[in-house]
């Protein structure tokens, strides 16, 4: 039966439960008025919410939504009073929707045990995600990719038998006890019963690859009937790679449940050929296309607001996330998130809004530390001009929920060469029109397009887009067409208020329909106005804010026009609140608006002075701005307006890095190191996928249960009179290395080739490393550090994070003695940090990354230094910062040195793992510390561990603080648990 446009098939949540469960699955309901108003944003409001939709849009509570969501990893800011800061940011700048990975390696150490304790405590990210007005997408796996080691199967899953990412029995189990860890938590976030705002959760992750085999299918269902039997009960979705079809309702067994099962998928285009059209505008993808899920909406559970960046070097090609964001620039944003607007996606999500760190041993091979990914808000919680369209168009999206229900309508022509690309599309029940306009060409074009019986010329910049509506209610009155975008519509206070954008400079033409001639006041800015046959036509040259208020003409609501260039837009802040909306002009950022009796109660960010002026419910004439009053009065615009700047940001001051200890380690080289504790490596078989050639023990740390960072080895032989070398195999990711040492002499390091090396076959990181030796018979010890550099993703489902990872294999020339190894990794898990903080340095295993480690007897130096020799070398020191409280300052380390020197550090701020710098190889010189990890206001401990290769003199070079952004307000941090030396895990 052909569904009408008013039924949508789907509802969940406790009020529809009966009705869910008790028919097919399936359920009918009709929506009377689903494109009213939105839905005001969500809260853990106690109360029972039903969560749908049809094939247009999300239906919440039976009001449409077009999901606008950003992507952030919890698990990639190590401070969660910082969640906060970056969820407000990214409410207030028009996202309505936080989606987040949930990585099980992050929270699990050993099988069974899953720890949702402090950096971990996902309770306290959904409370806040709730507290800032967000929904939730969850996507806790099991299996996420997102550039993390192993794609976030924990480090033990991977020496544990059968298949991953099948329908294998010893792998469900454990997906099992992780879903129902998490699960426990989700299912008290559920909007559905008002504990949160999860309104979505995904199963598994770009899963392509046993689509069409049982064991496949088998697994998908049973993640289904899992995360049912759990109790969540909103719409579930897969994320398929790219519009294939996979996964789409009604290909796998979902109880009978169809309608409750959404169709996703992701695409990364190109920002160098023209945006792909899938949906409404072309066949999208190869093997469903835009018929894949027709009963569905447009469903982008990943959309690049950016990209990864791998590690540098001339053959690996690194260039640091500011090349990222120089060609996923704002304008590609507008293109192709506008391309998919009118291709009918209504839900968005732009992966990554916030990339966050990769800190400790997080991040996959392909990446290093950062993975600021070039989004709109930086790695250190800082704005880019990238958030500008999204600041447009996610206000738009969300208070014109018009734009959540279109059709394709009939193609048009509107000129300008063939680069200029046109889409059509109409509001069936308002009969709004959208035409997106879009430039693949470099020069700018313009756009004649036919509007309302005319024509309305618009520039289009090369390489950018805009949107162009016509027919759109603004509020009272309605728009006839307007070649400046538009970015919101708002009742506030007496007055309905709009407002348009544009490129600072451009002139633009407004028509309102006015049955009357309306009184129409300039109140500033360059604008021209005329009225004739029914319309008042308004040319404006965008510029700052200008204004313009119709009044009159048989229209008892006045209307504040409000135009404003794209910087001035972003300084626009709309928000809405149990007693009406609000919009606040003027700083860096609005964090929280309230009315209490007649005060506007505001919070948010000053960068420079700003001005202060705020549009509010009836009866406000008082303003608070971060608890403190400030003097303000009415204006003609009908708003409330402070007579003086708000202050910006007090400067901040940091500190050089002086008072430097230094102490070598690697005592694991010497003869007569006790290894008496380590394993003994003599296992026979192995989980890895890597084989263990034959005659040889099993060295593959993660068989020992020695899952992150570097791992020893010492082996001892005799009978090795006459060996001329000795060849060690090993595998590890992408800038891995393995440093040998003879009877505690320097062999050599050998550096684990980057891929177009002939020494390496692509995606097996296997290299063997050949040292010339001429021992006598021995005895013989022979010592081995592999620095690993983490497991493979499982992007295509075939145990790829089950390669081995240390060494696989030894051999001599010209002597076959056999060798007895033991094997040393990382001590037990850091039980506050957590089991990816720390692999298996002698200094790690002893706390000197910890504060308060006794390093008085160490030797003091100052940096730069030059240090010659093979292994590592640590270096400590203090700092006390004193930044302003009211003040939130962002702070980086800085390395650098002569790029010739083979080296590397880790850094540990106050214990925490804070990343790999990689002196030779780069691209990353600047490590983000984020407060709470950093104490801001008080004393902090940092401490480098340099392996060096020992082939050129080695550093460290100069080492800094920096100041990656300032604000004067930000959100109160808790400082996280540091404990010090010595530390329950040692
Ligand atoms: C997607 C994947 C994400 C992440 C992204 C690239 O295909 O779903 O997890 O890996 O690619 O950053």
Same mark, same amino acid.
């Given at each position: 039966m052909a569904m009408s446009? +008013?039924?949508?098939h789907m509802i969940t949540g406790t009020a529809a439960l009966g009705l869910a469960l008790g028919g097919s699955g399936e359920v009918h309901a009709d929506v009377s008025?689903?494109?009213?108003p939105p839905p005001d944003p969500p809260r853990a409001d106690g109360r029972a919410h039903t969560v749908g939709f049809d094939r247009y849009s999300m239906l919440v509570d039976g009001r449409r939504v077009v999901l606008w969501s950003g992507e952030m990893h919890p698990?990639?800011?190590?401070?969660?009073?910082l969640w906060r800061d970056v969820l407000q940011k990214m409410r207030g700048h028009g996202y309505n929707t936080v989606s987040v990975y949930v990585a099980w390696n992050f929270h699990?150490?050993?099988?069974?045990h899953h720890d949702f304790t402090r950096v971990r405590d996902l309770d306290l990210f959904l409370r806040t995600a709730a507290e800032t007005g967000l929904y939730v997408t969850l996507r806790?796996?099991?299996?996420?990719?997102?550039?993390v080691d192993a794609g976030g199967?924990?480090?033990?899953?991977?020496?544990?038998?059968g298949t991953a990412r099948t329908s294998d029995p010893t792998y469900l189990g454990h997906v099992d006890e992780w879903l129902t860890a998490v699960n426990r938590i989700a299912v008290r976030h559920l909007y559905t019963r008002g504990g949160?705002?999860?309104v979505l959760y995904q199963l598994e992750?770009?899963?392509?690859?046993?689509? *069409?085999?049982a064991a496949g299918r088998d697994y998908m269902a049973h993640l289904y009937d899992k995360v049912r039997a759990d109790g969540i009960d909103v719409p579930l979705f897969h994320n398929d790679k790219? +519009?294939?079809?996979?996964?789409?309702?009604?290909?796998?067994?979902?109880g009978g449940e169809r309608g409750r099962w959404l169709y996703g998928f992701d695409g990364y285009p190109s920002p160098f050929r023209p945006p792909p059209d899938w949906g409404y505008f072309g066949p999208g993808?190869?093997?469903?296309?835009?018929?894949?899920?027709?009963?569905?909406p447009g469903f982008l559970a990943e959309f690049g607001g950016g990209w990864f960046d791998p590690w540098g070097g001339a053959e690996f090609?690194?260039?640091?996330y500011a090349e990222s964001r120089r060609t996923r620039d704002a304008a590609y944003e507008r293109r192709f998130h506008l391309t998919n607007l009118a291709n009918g996606i209504k839900i968005h999500n732009v992966y990554m809004t916030f990339g966050g760190t990769s800190w400790g041993?997080?991040?996959?091979?392909?990446?290093? *530390?950062?993975?600021?990914?070039?989004?709109?808000?930086?790695?250190?919680r800082q704005p880019t001009a990238k958030l500008v369209p999204m600041h447009q168009i996610g206000h738009l999206l969300h208070t014109v929920p018009e734009l959540a229900e279109l059709d394709r309508a009939e193609d048009v022509d509107v000129g300008g060469g063939p680069a200029l690309r046109a889409y059509h599309l109409v !509001?069936?029940?308002?009969g709004t029109h959208v035409h997106v306009l879009r430039n693949d060409s470099t020069g700018e074009a313009e756009a004649a397009v036919p509007v309302a019986g005319t024509t309305v010329r618009v520039p289009v910049p090369g390489l950018d887009a805009r949107l162009l509506a016509a027919?759109?209610?603004?509020? +009272?009155r309605t728009l006839r067409y307007s070649s400046a975008q538009p970015m919101l519509r708002l009742a506030v206070g007496r007055q309905d208020l709009a407002v348009f954008t544009g490129r600072s400079g451009e002139v633009t033409t407004t028509v309102l329909e006015c049955a009357r001639e309306p009184r129409v006041t300039?109140?500033?800015?360059d604008a021209a106005h005329t009225y004739a046959q029914g319309t008042l036509r308004l040319d404006v040259r965008l510029g700052g804010l200008v204004r313009v208020l119709v009044e009159g003409g048989g229209v008892a609501r006045p209307l504040l026009l409000l135009l404003a260039d794209d910087e001035t837009s972003v300084r626009l802040w709309p928000h809405h609140t149990p007693s009406g909306p609000f919009l606040v002009h003027?700083?860096?950022?609005?964090?929280t608006a309230q009315r209490r009796g007649t005060t506007a109660q505001l919070t948010g960010d000053t960068v420079d002075d700003a001005d202060l002026e705020v549009w509010a419910p009836?009866?406000?004439t008082e303003v608070v701005w971060n608890g403190a009053p400030v003097p303000a009065r009415g204006t003609a615009s009908g708003s409330v307006r402070a007579t003086r700047r708000l202050p910006g940001a007090a400067p901040v001051r940091l500190p050089a890095l002086t008072g430097w200890r230094r102490r070598a380690e690697s005592?694991?080289?010497?003869?007569?190191?006790?290894?008496?504790a380590w394993r003994t490596a003599?296992?026979?078989?192995?989980?890895?996928t890597t084989p263990v050639p034959a005659g040889q023990p099993v060295l593959f740390a993660d068989d020992y249960g020695f899952h992150y960072g570097d791992v020893w080895y010492r082996g001892r032989f005799e009978?090795?009179?006459?060996?001329?070398s000795v060849s060690l195999a090993y595998v590890s990711g992408t800038q891995g290395l393995l440093m040998a040492w003879l009877d505690g002499k320097p062999l050599g390091t050998h550096r684990m080739p980057v891929?177009?090396?002939?020494?390496v076959r692509r995606g097996t990181w296997s290299a063997t490393a050949t040292f010339p030796i001429a021992p006598g018979d021995g005895p013989h010890v022979l010592s081995v550090l592999v620095r690993r550099m983490q497991h493979d993703e499982d992007g295509g489902a !075939?145990?790829?994070?089950?390669a081995g990872r240390g060494l696989v294999s030894v051999a001599f020339d010209g002597a076959s003695p056999a060798v007895r190894w033991r094997i040393q990794g990382e001590?037990?898990?850091?039980?506050? +940090?957590?089991?990816?903080?720390?692999?298996?340095?002698y200094g790690e295993r002893h706390g000197?990354?910890?504060?308060?480690?006794?390093?008085?007897d160490w030797e003091a130096v100052p940096l730069p230094r030059t240090e010659r020799g093979q292994g590592v070398v640590w270096y400590r020191t203090r700092f006390r910062l004193a930044v302003d409280p009211g003040t939130d300052a962002s702070i980086g380390l800085t390395l650098a040195d002569d790029p010739a020197r083979a080296y590397r550090a880790q850094i540990f701020l106050n214990g925490w793992n804070m990343g790999q710098y990689i002196n030779d190889v780069g691209p990353q010189h600047t490590f983000v510390l984020p407060n709470g990890v950093l104490d801001t206001r008080g004393p902090n401990t940092l401490a480098l561990a340099v392996l060096a290769d020992g082939t050129t003199p080695s550093g460290p070079g100069t080492v800094e603080l920096t100041l990656l952004g300032r604000a004067a307000g930000g959100v109160p941090v808790t400082l996280v648990d540091s404990p010090g030396f010595p530390s329950r895990s040692l």
């Open positions: 446009r +008013r039924t949508f008025a689903p494109t009213g698990f990639r800011l190590p401070s969660p009073s699990s150490s050993a099988p069974g806790p796996g099991p299996y996420i990719n997102a550039e199967f924990p480090g033990w899953l991977t020496a544990t038998p949160g705002t999860i992750n770009e899963y392509a690859n046993h689509v *069409t085999e790219g +519009r294939n079809g996979y996964w789409a309702p009604g290909t796998f067994d979902t993808g190869t093997k469903g296309g835009s018929t894949a899920s027709p009963d569905t090609g690194g260039k640091g041993w997080l991040p996959a091979p392909v990446v290093y *530390t950062s993975y600021d990914y070039g989004a709109a808000l930086d790695e250190a !509001n069936p029940d308002t027919g759109m209610s603004l509020g +009272r300039v109140l500033e800015g003027g700083p860096a950022l609005l964090r009836p009866g406000v005592p694991e080289a010497a003869v007569d190191f006790d290894d008496s003599d296992r026979t078989t192995s989980y890895a009978g090795a009179a006459g060996a001329a891929p177009d090396a002939k020494t !075939n145990d790829s994070h089950k001590a037990a898990p850091d039980p506050v +940090r957590g089991p990816l903080n720390n692999g298996g340095l000197w990354h910890l504060p308060g480690f006794p390093d008085g």
